[in-house]
C-alpha cells in the first residue's frame, strides 16, 4: 500500500477555505484516493474519493493532478464543527485493508 | 443514510474474561472489517472478512481474536482472555467501495 504524508495540523478561522495536501508519491495504478474526517470518540466518516483530476460533492472537494503523486482536499467556509482530524488514504477500494497514519488535526476558531 | 451497528457502545470486563463485540454491516456490503484505535493513538486495522471468511490480518490479530458471521446479518468479533492493552475502541467497517465505520465499540479492560 502506497504511504502518505500530510501535515500533523492545520489551524483555520470559520468561514475561511481550508485545503490539505497529502503526498502519496507511489501510489499505484488501481489505487484510488480517499479522505475520513474523524470526531473524537467516533469512527472515521468517508468524505470523498477521487482517481484522478476533481471530484467535487456536497461536503469537500478534491483535487488530484495528472501525475496523482499528491491529492488535496478543499473544504470550503469551514466552521467550528470542522474540528476533526482528516485522513488521507490510498488503495484498491475493492476490499483493502484502509492504513491510517496520524492524519492532519484540523482546529477551526471563531 | 444506511449505517453500520455496533452494539454495546461501552463494554467494561475483567481482565482474563471474553468478549464478544457485536456489528450489523450495511446489508448489501460485502466486505466487512474491525479496526482498533487506543486513546490517542491512530486507527489500526484487525481483520477483513470476504465471502465468509477471512481475506486479510494484521499481526495484531493473532489467536486471541476471532471473527465470525453467524447469520445473514451480524459480524462478531471476539477477544478471548482479555488484556488490559485491549482496552481501546473498536470500530467494524463495511463496503461496497469507501468504508463506512460504525460508531464503535468502547472496551475496558480491568
Known amino acids: 500500500l502506497a504511504k502518505t504524508t500530510q501535515p500533523i495540523s492545520m489551524d483555520s478561522y470559520e468561514g475561511q477555505e481550508v485545503n490539505i495536501t497529502c503526498s502519496h508519491n507511489n501510489i499505484a495504478t488501481n489505487d484510488y484516493i480517499t479522505w475520513y474526517q474523524q470526531f473524537p470518540s467516533q469512527g472515521p466518516r468517508f468524505i470523498i474519493q477521487?482517481?484522478?483530476t476533481k471530484v467535487t460533492n456536497e461536503v469537500a472537494s478534491l483535487f488530484i493532478p495528472a501525475d496523482r503523486k499528491s491529492s488535496t482536499l478543499s473544504l470550503p467556509r469551514v466552521s467550528l464543527s470542522d474540528t476533526a482530524v482528516y485522513y488521507c488514504?490510498?488503495?484498491?477500494?475493492?476490499?483493502?485493508?484502509?492504513?491510517f497514519g496520524k492524519g492532519t488535526t484540523l482546529s477551526v476558531s471563531s | 443514510e444506511p449505517e453500520v451497528t455496533q452494539t454495546p457502545s461501552h463494554q467494561v470486563t475483567q481482565m482474563g474474561q471474553e468478549v464478544i463485540l457485536r456489528c450489523v454491516p450495511i446489508?448489501?456490503?460485502?466486505?466487512f472489517y474491525w479496526y482498533r484505535q487506543i486513546l490517542g493513538q491512530k486507527v489500526e486495522f484487525l481483520v477483513s472478512?470476504?465471502?465468509?471468511?477471512?481475506?486479510?490480518k494484521s499481526e495484531i490479530f493473532d489467536d486471541q481474536f476471532s471473527v465470525e458471521r453467524p447469520d445473514g446479518s451480524n459480524f462478531t468479533l471476539k477477544i478471548r482472555s482479555t488484556k488490559l492493552e485491549d482496552s481501546a475502541m473498536y470500530f467494524c467497517?463495511?463496503?461496497?467501495?469507501?468504508?463506512?465505520f460504525g460508531s464503535g465499540t468502547r472496551l475496558t479492560v480491568v
Open positions: 477521487g482517481y484522478k
Open positions: 488514504l490510498v488503495g484498491d477500494s475493492a476490499g483493502t485493508a484502509l492504513i
Open positions: 472478512f470476504y465471502n465468509n471468511e477471512i481475506s486479510e
Open positions: 446489508s448489501n456490503h460485502l466486505y
Open positions: 467497517a463495511s463496503t461496497l467501495g469507501g468504508q463506512t
